[in-house]
């Protein structure tokens, strides 16, 4: 897809331009991802609903800063969804420990609204990522799982594995540091989408 | 050099937890301090662990639940409905022709002064026309605030000050009208807020309602240390306004706040005499 494609068809630059119709599609196709995020980064289901509100109103704020070619849409939104639950974090001090959420997640009874992951699934950079998931060797796809999806601490992560400290630190920073290079290779290649 | 295989790790760890749960500040300091060792900045692992989350997300099917999308998308409304009421400036209107010099030229015949007099009144009855016929602009936020002020029933109290370094400096005053429901804040000197960071939220305590549920009186920014004028954007009907309070609140504004930052109180409302 070329870079004029790309732009075209962003959902967050057509609402940087002012096409507010955008914004209930940018909501049902990015509202899985944040709404996911959320409940696996904020402790209550109270602060995932605060969270997710805080996501989408620093999205409109930051539509126009999307560059399709540095990321994909998707990528540029779990970014700001991440960064923005980070603040959340550290404003309510409170990490990620014990949710009151269920780790199975809500699922609607109507149908009407697109399904998010296959908006996402279509994104190069969530294949990538699970390709690498699947290829690492296991200590070092576990290690990754616990700190980016559980959110739990190198010394959380060490413990539960049962392998010194510094061992956790080179499986994450190995296993990233591939993810990352992949992922530099696609972005210059035009290929992010 | 031995320990810079061992401070790159150590930069490569710092900028893996930036990416992941954020750094507090010494981490920040010490992340700092390695960069300044290294001539080239490191890539971010932002965009792999963002990567990583789409890879999840897309194999949950996770949906938004309804009424919390809902929410998102009036909060949307308000958003956007919000930007262009920023400002409001009065813009010029034509400017009337000079008054005519005296007419030092000779005197000319009557016939032609006559014909002169005569072209000279229609076109200025064709600007007068011309000119009422313009759309008077809107007023200005300067000029709604003396209309309310002038306007019987409304009341003001200067801003009390309290103890938030946001209102350090500040000064201005509240003024609101029960009848018409409309009213407005006056700053001088309060700090200017970044809207991704926090916002400012007027809450409005009516005698009709109980104190610990004060009505919202909208979110706003603060975009100058000057003179800013912001409408109070009630979103409940006031029987009788007793008390005003701002709150540093997150981006967005909250539902019931935690009363955490006040930077602002007006609590001695006096009529406006008008």
């Known amino acids: 897809m070329s870079f004029e494609q790309k732009a075209q068809d962003s959902l967050l630059l057509q609402i940087a331009n002012g096409q507010k119709s955008a914004v209930a599609e940018c909501v049902d196709r990015y509202g899985g991802l944040v709404w996911s995020l959320a ?25 126009s800063r999307f560059d399709p070619g540095k990321a994909s849409e998707p990528t540029f939104v779990a970014m700001v969804a991440r960064r923005r639950l980070i603040d959340f974090q550290r404003r309510h001090k409170k990490f990620s420990v014990e949710r009151d959420v269920p780790q199975q997640v809500d699922r609607e009874p109507e149908a009407a609204r697109p399904s998010p992951s296959d908006a996402l699934a279509t994104c190069e950079e969530a294949a990538q990522a699970a390709q690498l998931l699947r290829e690492l060797p296991e200590d070092q796809s576990q290690a990754i799982r616990m700190s980016v999806y559980d959110g ?11 392998l010194p400290l510094g061992t956790v630190k080179t499986h994450i920073r190995r296993g990233l540091g591939k993810l990352r290079d992949r992922l530099s290779t696609i972005t210059e290649s035009g290929g992010a989408r | 050099m031995s320990e810079q295989p061992i401070s790159q790790e150590r930069r490569d760890d710092l900028l893996i937890q930036q990416a992941v749960c954020g750094l507090n500040a010494n981490e920040k300091r010490e992340m700092q301090e390695l960069n300044r060792q290294f001539a080239e900045s490191e890539p971010s692992f932002e965009l792999a662990v963002a990567a990583l989350d789409l890879a999840y997300a897309s194999d949950q099917a996770s949906q938004l639940p309804d009424p919390l999308r809902h929410i998102i998308l009036d909060e ?6 919000s930007i262009p009421t920023q400002g409001t400036e009065v813009p010029p209107r034509p400017v009337l022709p000079a008054k005519p010099t005296e007419d030092v030229a000779p005197r000319r015949n009557r016939r032609e002064t006559w014909w002169m007099l005569a072209t000279a009144a229609s076109l200025l009855l064709a600007f007068v026309a011309w000119y009422s016929s313009i759309p ?11 209309q309310l002020i002038a306007t019987p029933g409304t009341v003001e109290a200067i801003w009390k000050a309290q103890d938030d370094p946001a209102a350090a400096n ?27 960071v926090q916002q400012y939220q007027l809450w409005i305590f009516d005698t009709a309602r109980n104190d610990e549920l004060p009505v919202d009186g909208g979110v706003f920014d603060i975009t ?24 540093v609140e997150r981006p967005g504004g909250v539902v019931r706040s935690d009363r955490e930052r006040l930077p602002l109180l007006a609590d001695d409302l006096v009529d406006t005499g008008a």
């Open chain 2, 170 to 196: 500040a000064s201005g005053k509240v003024v609101w009208n029960d009848q018409q429901q409309r009213g407005f804040m006056i700053f001088n000197g309060m700090e200017v807020n970044d809207p991704n």
């Open chain 1, 39 to 63: 409940q696996r980064l904020t402790p209550t289901r109270s602060d995932a609903e605060d969270a997710v509100q805080e996501v989408f109103i620093s999205l409109w704020k930051s539509a």
């Open chain 2, 76 to 81: 949307a409304d308000q958003f956007f409905s």
């Open chain 2, 136 to 146: 008077s602009p809107p007023p200005s936020l300067s000029q709604k605030l003396d």
């Open chain 2, 224 to 247: 100058s240390s000057g003179e800013v004028i912001v409408p109070i954007d009630a979103k409940l009907s006031i029987e009788k306004a007793k008390l005003f309070a701002v709150t």
């Open chain 1, 152 to 162: 739990l601490s190198h010394s959380q992560i060490a413990e539960s594995m049962g």
